[in-house]
């Protein structure tokens, strides 16, 4: 019982000043759920669907239609009770209740009535506002487009989440080049591809790649196009699956003469020079921009599954410690790298962890990850929370379940002896607001 209350204490306290939310995708153009479908086909819900037995297990479209949207939804309502257990399903609950006073299971019979409350919700301008106060969440970042016509910069900070150099594709040896050539094309920064994508649907690029001195030029390129001052950082992925090296121009004009038949050794050959050329151009620009990026989750047929190698920590401390100008963030989608994530991070001084991504997103690794973090890392190297989330519903959710977490966690500690009942003020705002504001340059909104 004193456990549960000291908990209860800890979550006020938690919740007495207001959080920075750094990475989401939330869009300008509908900051709240636009229906049902934003809530319960929330991507990582779709993961617990298709896993229960629900036919579809892509993402619902962005753009999709109602009739879409309606279809998804009448799909997976049969699959609900059975993912009725896991994480996402009490995210969902927490966003029913709290923010819909709706605490029905949700049925054939009822999913509409429930649609139209959300639908009505999102009609008021001042909803999205009304929840992130709730949460009190004071800043929240997002990907540069989703901006959109800077209706909400009151809101949101940016990112550039545009071309992955170091992020693999299901069966495309050579997509860190065509991710290259989609910057070397465009005349500004462009939305990213999916971690899915269909390169047959693409339309065909006027420039190509076909010599080291073209992948110099299109790196140029794309550097040149980076809006610095309206921009934080720039989001990226470095795979596992690519064995970082330092290839001289011979060795990338050898693999691209083998593009047709490219495999493993040629991409990790283009992976590795682009990103070398990427980094000592960003690194020039140390002081105005963070390299972000994230790490652990590799591609599967519809989403993404947790991996990552030692061989990859490695080669991750030797990129970073080569720039040690530029400031590296990482997200990491792997429970069990974050004890040697954290030596790094203890030992390089432009390298910080930031909340915990994707396949970490669950209790039991968010205990962990807090736990070690806390216990390895002064509070200027960490930041305790990001949501990921596509509408602010979905930031309220993972904020209540975070902060419920991390008070589980620091009871412990103060039970412990680690810490006493007045540390737990200044270390939880250190993690959870000040350190975004050192880190990323993030402002509290006024």
């Known amino acids: 019982m004193q456990a549960e209350m000291t908990s209860h204490a800890i979550e006020e306290i938690l919740h007495s000043f207001p959080w920075m939310d750094p990475h989401t995708h939330i869009d300008a153009a509908h900051l ?27 993402r619902v479209p962005e753009d999709r239609g109602e009739e879409e949207a309606a ?28 923010l819909y006073n709706w605490h029905a299971p949700i049925d054939a019979s009822n999913w ?20 992130l106060k709730r949460a009190n969440i004071a800043r929240t970042g997002t990907e540069l487009y989703r901006g959109r016509d800077g209706s909400a910069d009151d809101l949101l900070e940016y990112a550039l989440e545009w071309a992955f150099f170091a992020r693999t594709q299901w069966g495309q040896p050579d997509i860190p080049l065509y991710e290259l050539e989609r910057a070397w094309n465009a005349t500004s ?8 994508f269909d390169r047959k649907a693409a339309a065909p690029l006027h420039k190509t790649i076909k010599s080291v001195e073209d992948i110099d030029a299109a790196v140029a390129h794309y550097c040149a196009l980076l ?13 596992t699956d690519i064995d970082y090296s330092m290839p001289d121009r011979d060795a990338v004009n050898t693999a691209l ?43 599967l047929p519809f989403e993404s599954g947790s991996r990552l190698s030692q061989r990859t920590i490695g080669q991750l401390a030797e990129i970073v410690a080569r720039y040690p100008r530029l400031k590296f963030m990482c997200f990491l989608s792997s429970r069990h790298g974050n004890q040697s994530l954290c030596t790094l991070a203890r030992e390089l001084p432009n390298f910080s962890l930031c909340g915990y991504w994707w396949h970490n997103f669950f209790p039991g690794a968010i205990r962990q990850v807090m736990e070690e973090r806390l216990d390895m890392l002064p509070m200027n190297k960490q930041i305790g929370f990001f949501s990921d989330a596509y509408c602010v519903e979905w930031t309220y959710a993972k904020a209540v379940m975070v902060r419920k977490l991390l008070a589980e966690v620091f009871a412990g500690k103060v039970q412990l002896g680690q810490y006493t009942f007045n540390d737990i003020h200044d270390i939880a705002y250190g993690i959870l607001h000040q350190s975004s504001r050192e880190l990323l340059g993030m402002t509290a909104k006024s």
């Open 112 to 131: 509409r009535n429930l649609d139209r409350l959300i639908k009505h919700h999102a009609s008021n301008p001042s909803w999205p506002r009304e929840i």
């Open 257 to 299: 003469k083998a593009r047709v038949n490219a495999g493993d050794r040629e991409r990790d050959i283009y992976s590795s020079y682009i990103l070398h050329r990427f980094l000592g151009e960003l690194e020039k620009h140390g002081d105005e921009i963070v390299f972000q990026f994230s790490l652990g989750a590799e591609s």
């Open 189 to 196: 920064p462009q939305q990213p591809i999916p971690v899915t």
């Open 227 to 239: 809006p610095y001052g309206k921009v934080k950082a720039t989001a990226q992925h470095i795979s």
């Open 32 to 58: 709240s759920a636009r229906g049902l479908d934003d809530i319960v086909l929330y991507h990582m819900c779709v993961s617990d669907l298709y896993a229960a037995g629900c036919p579809s297990g892509s």
């Open 71 to 98: 279809r998804r939804v009448e799909e997976a309502i049969p699959y609900l009770a059975k993912a009725h257990n896991t994480a996402m399903s009490w995210g969902v609950r927490i966003i029913l209740a709290d």
